[in-house]
């Protein structure tokens, strides 16, 4: 006989399954209305020498991915370690580099979720090396193969946003 | 930013009422009228023994207690035997049919309410489990087993009073009740003797403020006996018989007396304690006896024992026992550690005392601690007395003594602390490492310790009662110490201001009053030890000034030390030294939750006009123009050289094209006789004497975001780049709390007010404090503002990488657990 504990894991199986049905019927006509793209402003920030990083990225999408990755069904943008799964998600996929080809780390300061996008926080001590720098994002394209990431750079005169995507993963800047 | 000329008539109602309040008076409790109401309704009514000036009153009192005490350390069993003799004498004008003594190791046994109202969360440790919801953690396991293994709590045997007659008891968890067979009548004395046995507390799984440690490495120990024998209750003006439990968290109070104690311990241990050794010959060596005596002149610490002699005396061991014996002269505790591990260094502190003109400042600690111990220890010991003395008086004791006891943290004793901090040995490469955090936290632990010996070990609050009354003041001053120990000292995390430090806490949801016992403090830090002194360093910097607020905190240790106070003693002694009412200050920082914001709004600035139309209308020309500039649309037209119908035909144009609206006519030339005639004769040399000085008029307004009233010392910066230091004291939110305007009249014009610029007054958000504002912050600025959630992304990064959090300790970790088989 099951104990109250196993009969309240089977009714919340119960309820995921049905929930699942909802999903599979309505969710590709919900999703059509919206393009999968996110927005990472770079600024530089003449008080602290750093360049801020800003990654944007719509709830739905970051839902979507957390749930593609598999992690536990309480961590979503709202929990904080479902933001740090985000935050290293970014870590992974959007990568910079210097003229000389080597990579570039920017910190993760942080993340939190605003209105409708979860917000990741990066900082890169300003590169002092003059030159073309590089920066590539598969960001969530294994889970919309038409994910579009844009790149603001605020510094650039006029400010320039490089379109990446699954057919152009990189894009080239050069800092003023 | 407008520069209009201003009516007279404005300008004077504006003089005569510096400040414009915006509202009407508030009447509602905790309005503008409530945060200045004075304290009258919450402060206990003067009488003789406390008096309305803070000080003690013309028949003061309080009891007495001297003890005896003969002791046997026994290591084998980590267990104190003890036969005990304590002189009680009443000075209180009551007669008492019983006393109470204060049984505080009896919080360890299994049935004390202590242990009993534990909750899940914590397991009664100081080391928090971890993790929400049902979550079990391997110290909390640990301490379990600690618990199951012993049993803690003293065993009394008959007390009996000096003639032998048994006199009768009753156990109340923590506190005997001793029935005397006559009353004890004022000033008279009793005196009491029994035998009692403890064992002996493991510290490091259980969590205690004494107890024996256990080093692994070597299977040696140490002893630090604190709270170790039953102890007279404080009895009292104000509470009659100190009857609140001992719950661990609330410390003590206890009576004045002179102690005579024999520590018998194992023949190799070293011995550091509370007093005067009584009978060094017997004890020391002769080489340590000469070491002694060469450290009282000694300009850095002098080697009693040395290191490589502690590693070598903690290898041997013996069967045999060597009395110690300590004498301490008017002390509210006694407090010793005992072990064949330590090394001890000294130092003399000569202090301009005619009555204690010598202290000797020692460290006693294992090889663990070091090489941090000799290198800072005493240095810190001497450091804070300096400082301390300073502020309050010279320091009272023959020695002022500092133990590394435990991991981390702090405990005082009279003449003896307890502390923590030591380096860690790198598992790869077995080198020995300490922290920044370790260096400065050790550094700043002893002087917080050391501290307490002034607070409240001589100034004798009542900390299971009142605990910023110690924790409160003494870290105030241990800033202070800190601050002039070394610049940029990170007292408080990463800061060294303590008022940039605290605004985290008090925008806080769940706090409560500084005010508030000791045992229902929620948030214990920062309300009992860091809020208090950012209160008093707001105090001293801002609100009173260096030269009154020492004064007045002077006098209130003076007072009231090896005397009693009470938070109403203190509040009255600043106020009655410096004269300065704070009543205000009190309500808002020690009574309230409010915290400071103000934000500074605009500026509107004038200047006066002498509504003479010769000098004043071309003044008007000029600002329309500058207000107005010609229309774009106009300027095109004469750049494309399109003439406009009056250019091309000329005989269009009459007076109106020759006199615009600022051209001065007769008219205006009469209205304004007529207006210098009107005046009376100081009006026109008021007038007169202003427009000559070319004075500009400006009306600031400042909101009160926060609620806590404050004062708000502001930079004006002028036209011509020039700055003034001004301070609006607190009174000026005296009738509007929430938002006031503020009169500045200056020769030059205001360009910029900003206020706290020099974070005087723990301000919550300073973006709002200039204005013209400043460049806002960047979003991630912001974030990293909100330290708390910063802090919970950053943990929760290094734990998804399987970095070790910072201060996270092994057995930390949560045990899993599953659901129970039927």
């Known amino acids: 006989m099951p104990t109250h504990r196993t009969r309240r894991r089977l009714l919340q199986l119960a ?75 970014v870590e992974r996929s959007v990568r910079w580099f210097a003229p000389n080809g080597s990579l570039l780390k920017p910190v993760t300061v942080g993340a939190e979720l605003e209105g409708d996008n979860v917000y990741v926080y990066q900082e890169l001590p300003a590169p002092k090396i003059s030159g073309r720098y590089a920066v590539e994002s598969t960001l969530m394209h294994d889970v919309f193969p038409e994910q579009i990431n844009n790149i603001s750079l605020d510094f650039a005169v006029p400010r320039t946003t490089l379109r990446l995507s699954r057919q152009q993963t990189r894009g080239e800047f050069t800092p003023p | 930013m407008k520069h209009t000329p201003l009516a007279l008539a404005g300008l004077l109602a504006a003089t005569l009422l510096p400040v414009v309040a915006s509202a009407a008076v508030k009447t509602t409790p905790g309005q503008a009228d409530q945060r200045f109401a004075q304290l009258e309704q919450l402060l206990p009514t003067p009488n003789t023994v406390r008096t309305a000036s803070g000080a003690p009153g013309a028949q003061y009192w309080q009891q007495r207690a001297d003890y005896r005490i003969k002791v046997t350390l026994d290591e084998t069993r980590h267990r104190l035997k003890a036969r005990q003799s304590i002189t009680y004498m009443n000075r209180s004008p009551d007669t008492l049919s019983y006393i109470w003594l204060q049984l505080d190791q009896n919080i360890f046994n299994d049935n004390s309410i202590s242990r009993r109202s534990e909750v899940a969360a914590n397991s009664g440790t100081r080391r928090d489990s971890i993790g929400a919801g049902d979550s079990f953690s391997f110290a909390a396991l640990r301490r379990h087993h600690a618990f199951e293994d012993r049993e803690y709590g003293y065993e009394i045997g008959e007390v009996r009073d000096a003639g032998g007659r048994v006199l009768r008891t009753t156990l109340n968890d923590t506190m005997l009740r001793i029935d005397l067979p006559q009353p004890l009548r004022p000033g008279t004395s009793i005196e009491i003797n029994f035998d009692w046995e403890a064992n002996i507390v493991d510290e490091a799984p259980i969590g205690a403020r004494g107890g024996y440690e256990h080093f692994a490495d070597s299977n040696t120990y140490q002893y630090f006996l604190a709270q170790w024998f039953p102890r007279l209750v404080a009895y009292t003006d104000y509470t009659g018989w100190q009857h609140k439990q001992f719950l661990g968290r609330g410390e003590f109070t206890l009576e004045f007396g002179d102690y005579d104690i024999e520590l018998t311990v194992p023949a190799d241990h070293i011995v550091a304690s509370t007093g005067v050794l009584q009978n060094p010959d017997a004890v020391l060596t ?275 030390k090896f005397k009693r106070p009470t938070p109403a003693d203190f509040f009255r002694t600043m106020e009655d030294a410096s004269g300065v009412d704070l009543d205000w200050f009190w309500r808002g920082w020690f009574y309230g939750t409010d915290y400071v914001d103000v934000s500074v709004g605009d500026i509107r600035a004038y200047q006066i006009s002498s509504q003479d139309p010769e000098k004043e209308f071309p003044l008007r020309r000029a600002e329309f123009a500058a207000d107005w500039p010609e229309s774009y649309s106009q300027r095109q037209n004469r750049a494309e050289g399109r003439q406009t119908r009056v250019d091309r035909y000329p005989e269009l144009k009459d007076f109106y094209n020759e006199n615009d609206p600022f051209v001065v006519n007769n008219k205006d030339r009469n209205q304004y006789k007529e207006f210098r005639d009107k005046l009376e004769p100081w009006e026109r040399t008021a007038l007169d004497r202003a427009i000559k000085a070319g004075e500009h008029v400006h009306f600031v307004d400042f909101y009160n975001l926060g609620g806590l009233v404050t004062p708000l010392p502001l930079t004006l910066t002028f036209a011509d780049g020039t700055t003034e230091e001004y301070q609006v004291p607190a009174e000026v939110w005296r009738y509007n709390a929430e938002k006031v305007t503020k009169l500045f009249i200056r020769k030059q014009r205001l360009v910029s007010v900003e206020l706290d610029r020099n974070h005087l007054i723990a301000d919550a958000d300073q973006s709002n404090n200039i204005t013209p504002r400043r460049i806002e912050q960047s979003r991630i600025e912001l974030f990293k503002g909100r330290d708390s959630g910063r802090n919970q992304m950053l943990d929760a990064l290094a734990e998804l990488k399987g970095e070790p959090k910072s201060g996270a300790k092994a057995d930390d970790k949560a045990i899993p657990l599953q659901p129970a088989s039927k």
Request: glycine letters at 6%.
């Open chain 1, 15 to 89: 309820a995921v399954g049905a929930a699942s049905v909802w999903l599979a019927l309505v969710a590709p006509l919900s999703l059509a209305h919206r393009a999968h793209v996110t927005l990472t402003r770079v600024t530089p920030n003449l008080r602290s020498g750093q360049w801020e990083i800003v990654h944007a990225i719509h709830y739905h999408d970051a839902l979507r991915l957390l749930a593609v990755r598999e992690v536990r069904d309480d961590v979503q943008p709202a929990s904080v370690e479902g933001r740090a799964r985000l935050a290293l998600e």
């Open chain 2, 286 to 560: 002769a080489t340590q006896r000469a070491r002694l005596k060469k450290a009282e002149t000694a300009k850095s610490p002098v080697f009693i024992v040395t290191p490589q002699e502690a590693l070598e005396n903690e290898k041997a061991g013996t069967n045999q026992m060597r009395t110690w014996r300590f004498k301490a002269e008017n002390v509210r505790d006694f407090a010793w550690a005992s072990s064949r591990k330590y090394i001890w260094d000294a130092m003399g502190y000569r202090q301009d005392d005619a009555k204690r003109p010598f202290v000797m400042a020692m460290s006693f600690y294992p090889n663990e601690g070091e090489p941090i111990w000799s290198k800072y220890s005493t240095h810190a010991v001497v450091h804070t007395m300096e400082v301390y003395s300073r502020f309050s008086f010279p320091y009272p004791y023959p020695v002022a003594i500092s133990v590394n006891s435990w991991e981390r943290g702090g405990m005082e004793y009279p003449m003896i602390t307890f502390n923590g901090y030591r380096p860690t040995r790198d598992e790869k490469s077995g080198k020995l490492t300490y922290s920044r955090n370790t260096k400065y936290g050790l550094i700043g632990v002893i002087i917080h310790e050391i501290g307490h010996i002034y607070f409240p070990m001589v100034v004798n609050s009542d900390e299971r009662q009142w605990t910023w009354m110690d924790e409160g003041l003494n870290t105030f001053l241990e800033y202070i110490a800190e601050l002039e120990w070394e610049d940029n000292f990170p007292t408080f995390g990463d800061k060294t201001n303590v008022l940039d430090f605290i605004t985290g806490y008090m925008q806080s949801q769940d706090q409560v009053p500084i005010m508030t016992n000791s045992d229902t403090i929620v948030q214990f830090g920062p309300n009992a030890y860091s809020k208090p002194a950012a209160a008093l360093a707001v105090l001293r910097e801002t609100v009173m000034g260096r030269e009154l607020f020492d004064h007045a905190f002077r006098e209130y240790a003076n007072r009231w």
